[in-house]
């Protein structure tokens, strides 16, 4: 029998599409207009609900995407000959083209590595310390992912060495939450825990990942970080003139309380994908799978075999690696038919 070579998708978490409740909200703000730029009703219930849910009064702002909000609030939080002290794997690093550097008129990122792909403390305070000379870049910013771009969290105690650091140094804490409500939901943590309360200064969180058609939340806990960050966006072609169209579907999520059911889905989806593979002979854990991403290692004829029979996912992550990443709406059908098209992809290798 031919294989089914019908695209099944687990690149990542944006291979989805909108959740009913972004839907929902999505269409409900469709019917009747209202003022452009962020002016509307949505956009204030939609940031009046970010300070609730945070427990705090933040400044809150609507961009497209994550490039744009992790560069835009980097260059927020430092000037051009500032640095931003990253993990080597950091999306900011690897995979925004520049996008920081750029807006920041030339910040520059020092990256450090770190197991799991986490910074560490001892990390930071080498790249601080290593240099004290005007010649180097001041370190004033450290960026940490969270959960990180291998799916792997920071703990609340981890943060707060982290914290203990950057006080010792006078840095700021951005967090690029691409996969924020992940990490609560794995975390069992509130939003304020995993923020304000262990000295996060802005985060960047997504909406795009979690269910929304794009759309992502910046909140600033410090606010002395945003002055003019309006101008700031818009000068970046990121503020949206029906910004309503991102701000409600945002609003769907979190009055619904989506923006954690989903990720708690995402995350129990992700376990269950572990628990299937790994032990599969062959099948090796690269990093432990602790919010909704799956990585192993698997023997390269394996990979052709499973990208033959549509299977998409990523193998960025060096020689056998694979990352098969699960959202909001996928399913154990497609897990369990990912887990046999495994097995025998395995037997044939
Ligand atoms: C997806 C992602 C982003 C945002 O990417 P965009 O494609 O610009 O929306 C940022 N950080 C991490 C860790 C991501 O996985």
């Known amino acids: 029998m031919e294989p089914d070579c019908t695209p099944r998708y687990l690149a990542s978490d944006n291979t989805s599409g909108i959740c009913p409740e972004a839907m929902e909200y999505l269409l409900e703000a469709n019917r009747s207009d209202d003022l452009a730029y962020g002016n509307d009703s949505w956009t204030e219930r939609a940031a009046d609900r970010f300070r609730e849910l945070f427990d705090y009064d933040c400044d809150v702002f609507f961009v497209f995407n994550g490039t744009a909000a992790n560069s835009l609030?980097?260059?927020a939080m430092g000037r051009s000959y500032h640095s931003v002290i990253c993990h080597e794997l950091a999306h900011i690093e690897t995979d925004e083209c520049g996008g920081p550097e750029f807006f920041s008129n030339g910040a520059k990122l020092l990256t450090s590595p770190g197991e799991h792909g986490k910074l560490t403390p001892e990390g930071i305070e080498a790249l601080v310390t290593k240099r004290s000379d005007i010649h180097y870049p001041k370190p004033r910013v450290i960026s940490l992912t969270q959960a990180t771009e291998v799916g792997t969290l920071y703990s609340l105690d981890e943060l707060r060495a982290i914290r203990a650091m950057a006080d010792k140094h006078d840095l700021r804490l951005h967090m690029d939450g691409?996969?924020?409500?992940?990490?609560?939901a794995a975390l069992n943590v509130s939003p304020a825990e995993l923020t304000w309360q262990v000295g996060i200064d802005a985060l960047c969180f997504s909406?795009?990942?979690?269910?929304?058609?794009?759309?992502?939340?910046?909140?600033?806990?410090?606010?002395?970080?945003s002055e003019d960050f309006a101008y700031r966006c818009k000068q970046a072609g990121q503020l949206a003139s029906k910004m309503r169209f991102i701000a409600a579907p945002w609003l769907g999520l979190l009055e619904s309380g989506a923006w954690r059911t989903n990720a708690e889905h995402a995350n129990a989806m992700a376990r269950y994908l572990a628990d299937g593979l790994i032990g599969l002979p062959g099948v090796e854990a690269m990093f432990p799978t602790q919010a909704n991403s799956v990585f192993v290692s698997l023997p390269p004829a394996a990979i052709a075999e499973l990208k033959?029979?549509?299977?998409?996912?990523?193998?960025?992550?060096?020689?056998?690696?694979a990352r098969f990443v699960c959202s909001w709406n996928t399913t154990t059908e497609l897990l369990d038919t990912l887990i046999n098209d495994m097995r025998d992809a395995l037997s044939q290798a």
């Open 73 to 75: 609030t980097l260059a």
């Open 178 to 184: 691409a996969r924020f409500a992940n990490a609560c």
């Open 207 to 225: 909406g795009t990942k979690n269910g929304m058609a794009m759309g992502e939340a910046i909140l600033f806990f410090n606010r002395e970080l």
């Open 308 to 321: 033959a029979r549509g299977w998409t996912f990523y193998t960025f992550i060096g020689a056998g690696g």
